[in-house]
């Protein structure tokens, strides 16, 4: 099964924005329920939208996602999120260690480390993603991702790590407009998966309409969208051509 996945990031600014997105994505699927036979589609908004989009989606198979948790699960620590809060809002899945995270707030991949081994005890899919800067991109690529990799999975065991999604995302490449080229992504693919075996691999960073298929091509299992995913048509656009 494919994955697609939608990331909000910090978007929109309105509930009734949000409704109008996640209604548009969940009637357009409706309409042709088998694609959901062959992607797993997954909406992660904002955290302040989890609870409205969740009534909203009621029985339809789009999954819920969250875009960051903190690995503690209760106790003073202000302004975060837990696994368990998520997980008793219906989330399957949780973005962890995007770089946005890493850049703006600071996080390491000893805390992505925490924060996917609490997604896993609450039953969730962490989602982890991984990736290189431009200047990384120059010759320290395949170590720095080996490394960004086995500290995030570092203890976890074979059963748990088989659950881990991962999402290869050139720092880059991300809302830029200037995507990796897919036979280049298609090394990095070849490069994880020498250790990932069984891992369900995406590829993330300026996903378009006109370019995603590529990825399917070249063997990504799923995609990770951002600012396409606020437009319901040609997100929507993006499943029904992969859904094959
Ligand atoms: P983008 O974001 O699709 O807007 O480049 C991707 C991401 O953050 O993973």
Not at 92 to 104: A, L, T
Not at 135 to 160: A, G, H, M, V, W
Not at 178 to 207: D, Q
Request: overall charge positive.
């Amino acid at each position: 099964m494919k994955i697609i996945v939608g990331n909000w990031k910090m978007n929109p600014s309105t509930k009734k924005e949000a409704e109008n997105i996640f209604l548009g994505v969940k009637k357009e699927i409706q309409k042709h329920s088998h694609l959901l036979n062959k992607v797993k589609v997954v909406i992660c908004p904002p955290f302040v939208y989890l609870p409205f989009l969740s009534r909203l989606k009621g029985k339809s198979k789009i999954s819920l996602g969250a875009q960051n948790v903190f690995f503690e699960e209760k106790g003073a620590f202000t302004g975060e999120i837990s696994a368990p809060m998520l997980f008793d809002l219906g989330v399957e899945y949780v973005i962890i260690g995007h770089s946005e995270r890493d850049r703006y707030f600071g996080e390491t991949d000893l805390m992505a480390n925490k924060k996917t081994k609490s997604v896993l005890k609450f039953k969730m899919k962490p989602i982890v993603c991984i990736g290189e800067t431009k200047k990384e991109s120059k010759n320290q690529i395949f170590k720095i991702l080996k490394k960004q990799i086995t500290l995030t999975l570092r203890d976890l065991s074979p059963s748990e790590i088989s659950q881990v999604i991962v999402s290869y995302e050139p720092v880059w490449a991300i809302g830029t407009g200037n995507p990796c080229a897919p036979e280049r992504a298609k090394v990095i693919l070849l490069f994880l998966r020498k250790f990932l075996r069984k891992n369900k691999i995406l590829y993330g960073g300026s996903v378009q309409l006109t370019n995603a298929r590529n990825y399917f091509e070249v063997g990504f299992d799923g995609l990770l969208i951002g600012g396409v995913s606020l437009k319901p048509q040609e997100f929507t656009q993006i499943i029904k051509e992969n859904a094959v």
